[in-house]
């Protein structure tokens, strides 16, 4: 698959069950960008980048940033998500695990990308 556009905006996500964790709370099951509603039909492939960057990639001993990077520590990272929409669109979504500020505890949601379909795939299925 490849590029289509970049997009970078923050988008407001829905679950049909709760998230067990706040954290970590998996592929939402819809997405709200610019007014419109896109329900998530297939999660095509999950991945994720516990880094720590910056200040933070040095405030902890080697042997135990290697652990968190292989499993995450709190509010650094990001876990990404390449969906199919109902509408026959693809997205790479992704929750950035940083705090939004000290008042505001929870990371926040991002539409990264829109990725055209392989070729020879005929794209997913819409419906």
């Known amino acids: 698959m490849q590029p289509i ?13 709760r998230p ?6 998996g592929c939402p099951s819809s997405f709200a960008w610019r007014g419109t509603a896109y329900a ?3 999660l095509l492939s999950e991945w994720h980048d516990y ?20 499993r995450g520590s709190w509010g650094v990272g990001r876990d990404y998500y390449r969906v199919a ?20 505890r929870k ?8 990725m055209a379909p392989a070729k020879g795939s005929g794209g997913p299925e819409r419906g």
């Open 5 to 17: 556009r970049f997009i970078g905006e923050r988008i407001e996500v829905r679950f049909e069950t």
């Open 20 to 25: 067990r964790l706040e954290k970590r709370p």
């Open 40 to 42: 998530v039909v297939d």
């Open 51 to 70: 880094e720590r960057r910056g200040r933070a990639a040095h405030s902890m001993r080697p042997s135990h940033a290697a652990a968190a990077e292989r």
């Open 85 to 104: 929409t109902r509408c026959g669109r693809i997205f790479d979504l992704y929750y950035d695990r940083a705090p939004g500020s000290a008042l505001e």
């Open 107 to 114: 990371g926040e949601w991002f539409l990264l990308r829109e």
